[in-house]
């Protein structure tokens, strides 16, 4: 696994994709709750966890291309 060095301190590449795929994992939670999607879900908690991981994935095959 990748390291990424900030102002000296090292850190694993998967912390920094963690904090980038926060802002587009929060946005999308946001949408979809003013539009009432949650009604339909039936674990919420489970399909953000869901969310988190499938938009990690995507931010990481991005980035990593």
């Given at each position: 696994?990748?390291?990424?060095?900030?102002f000296?301190?090292?850190?694993?590449?998967?912390?920094?994709?963690?904090?980038?795929?926060?802002?587009?994992?929060?946005?999308?939670?946001?949408?979809?709750?003013?539009?009432?999607?949650?009604?339909?879900?039936?674990?919420?908690?489970?399909?953000?966890?869901?969310?988190?991981?499938?938009?990690?994935?995507?931010?990481?095959?991005?980035?990593?291309?």
């Amino acid at each position: 696994m990748m390291e990424i060095e900030l102002f000296g301190l090292f850190m694993p590449q998967l912390l920094v994709l963690c904090i980038l795929t926060f802002l587009p994992y929060w946005l999308s939670r946001q949408i979809l709750q003013r539009i009432g999607f949650y009604q339909w879900v039936w674990h919420p908690a489970l399909f953000d966890t869901a969310l988190f991981v499938v938009l990690l994935g995507f931010l990481s095959t991005l980035l990593s291309s």
